[in-house]
């Protein structure tokens, strides 16, 4: 585990983007390829906006990402394909972007996203951390155990408050209550994981996630235990637990 602490979440952003760059074109040089799996949400700004802007053979890299809502059409703000593909996807030269797809035959698409995602590792995988410790849409207490690749998921209270309060809803009623999720046992066969985690509504989610042994009602902490995980943090998030940069 590594934690890098900035000033601002600008600054944060950037050198995330950095870091994933770096290791994305180390994947290229060392296969030929790379594989790519992001997070969405408003925590991922930055990172993104300075992730197009990396020196990367993006026609290189193939795209995945997380999570979608069940039953929520891709021309709402909430969807993150909607998100993705405005913010990341239509600004780089992708070899492919894979996206879960939470409308029509939801057994399908998850048969569909299952069998692309186990073709070769995730070279470096985007990994947020919610207010309430979650991981993708793994709220509390979150399966550790099934082998599946992505699961229907259920959506928890707290959670659903986070989206209204980030301006994707208007209400809690608004939000979807079931999503599509990558599992936990997925994201750990990724070979780096970087988790961008700005901003002081995620305070408290980082104290735990670093103080508590890991549990699932902590989902977050599960991270931990990977070998190559890269946790990034402003001064905001980071406030209740570390000796903040002047």
């Known amino acids: 585990m590594r934690i890098n602490i900035f000033k601002t979440s600008a600054q944060m952003g ?7 760059a770096d290791k994305l074109n180390a ?20 990172m993104i906006s300075s992730l197009v802007t990396q020196d990367v053979d993006w026609s290189r890299v193939t795209m995945f990402h997380l999570d979608e809502y069940v ?12 998100y993705l593909k405005e913010r990341f996807a239509s600004k780089v030269n992708l070899k492919e972007a894979v996206y879960v797809d939470g409308e029509g035959d939801t057994g ?3 048969a569909y996203i299952t069998k692309r995602i186990k073709e070769a590792p995730i070279d470096v995988a985007a990994i947020g951390i919610g207010e309430n410790g979650h991981i993708a849409f793994n709220d509390p207490p979150a399966d550790f155990d099934t082998q599946e690749s992505y699961i229907i998921v259920n959506l928890d209270e707290r ?38 985690v700005p901003h002081a509504v995620k305070a408290e989610a980082i104290r735990n996630t670093l103080a508590q042994e890991v549990n699932n009602m902590v989902p977050a902490t599960i991270l931990k235990t990977h ?6 943090l402003d001064k905001n998030s980071a406030k209740l637990f570390a000796v903040l940069p002047e």
Not at 14 to 20: L, R, S
Not at 165 to 188: H, K, Y
Request: net charge neutral.
């Open 14 to 20: 950037e050198a995330a983007a950095k870091f994933i």
């Open 27 to 46: 994947a290229i040089s060392e296969q030929g390829f790379a594989r790519l799996l992001l997070s969405t949400g408003a925590s991922q700004f930055d």
């Open 71 to 82: 039953g929520l059409p891709e021309t709402h703000i909430a969807s993150f394909r909607k």
């Open 108 to 110: 399908e698409n998850i």
């Open 159 to 196: 959670c659903k408050r986070q989206q209204v309060g980030e301006g994707w809803f208007a209400t809690v009623d608004d939000v979807p209550r079931q999503a599509i999720s990558m599992t936990v046992s997925q994201m750990l066969k990724s070979r780096c994981i970087v988790s961008v």
């Open 227 to 232: 070998p190559d995980w890269n946790l990034y």
